[in-house]
């Protein structure tokens, strides 16, 4: 019992410092795709990774190095300052597609300032790029804009964790989505505000949004 009690917690503790030496070796990657810094307004204090959502594919690719304040902004837009995404004249233009697909989201969100619009104007991203810029629904008025929410009111965001409050059975497959599974970086159905979309184990599967509940960020 106690050789397997060990084995279990050294395979735990194998686990998570695979996953912190994974995590440098990306911060890493970024830092040096950056040359360490903010890969939106060029700052080079206090940088962290984000991972874009709302189905980030995580990595080098998935992922922008910016600085505390380009993030508190973008996780919180009722802080946002347009003077400071001025920065995006520059950063629109990064050879990266995290990188651009962020700052059109950016630009989305400001455009009734004017200037935004104008660079949105100028700006390309490729077909694919462009659709998963829009999964955030950035571009869109508040009006057009369709409201989901959980199972208790609560209302979910392209990027938020559910966990299921009941078993489900995965059409198309004999899968059953087990109650009490987390399922990480949905993103939203922008026609139907009963839909939702995210990954249980490797597959992707459609969720309706009365059998989840919205995970809090320290869960």
């Not at 910016?66 to 919180?76: A, K, S, Y």
């Not at 050879?95 to 200037?115: D, F, M, N, Q, T």
């Not at 955030?136 to 559910?162: F, P, Y």
């Amino acid at each position: 019992m106690e050789i397997l009690l060990n084995s279990l917690l050294w395979k735990l503790n194998n686990n998570t410092f695979t996953k912190q030496i994974n995590h440098m070796t990306l911060l890493e990657e970024l830092q040096s795709r950056s040359g360490n810094q903010c890969e939106l307004c060029t700052s080079p204090n206090n940088l962290e990774m984000y991972e874009v959502p709302p189905t980030s594919t995580g990595g080098v690719d998935g992922s922008v190095l910016v600085c505390d304040v380009c993030i508190g902004q973008i996780e919180n837009p009722e802080t946002t300052d347009a003077n400071h995404w001025r920065c995006l004249n520059d950063s629109m233009w990064s050879e990266y597609s995290p990188v651009k697909i962020v700052a059109w989201r950016l630009l989305s969100r400001l455009r009734k300032e004017g200037w935004p619009q104008d660079l949105l104007d100028m700006m390309y991203l490729e077909e694919s790029e462009l659709n998963f810029a829009k999964e955030t629904g950035e571009h869109l008025d508040e009006s057009e804009k369709i409201i989901h929410r959980d199972a208790n009111g609560a209302i979910l965001q392209a990027g938020d964790s559910v966990v299921l409050i009941k078993d489900l059975k995965v059409k198309g497959s004999s899968m059953i989505a087990k109650q009490g599974t987390a399922v990480r970086r949905i993103s939203l159905d922008h026609e139907n505000a009963k839909y939702i979309e995210g990954k249980v184990g490797p597959t992707q599967i459609v969720i309706i949004t009365d059998y989840v509940k919205k995970m809090s960020d320290k869960e």
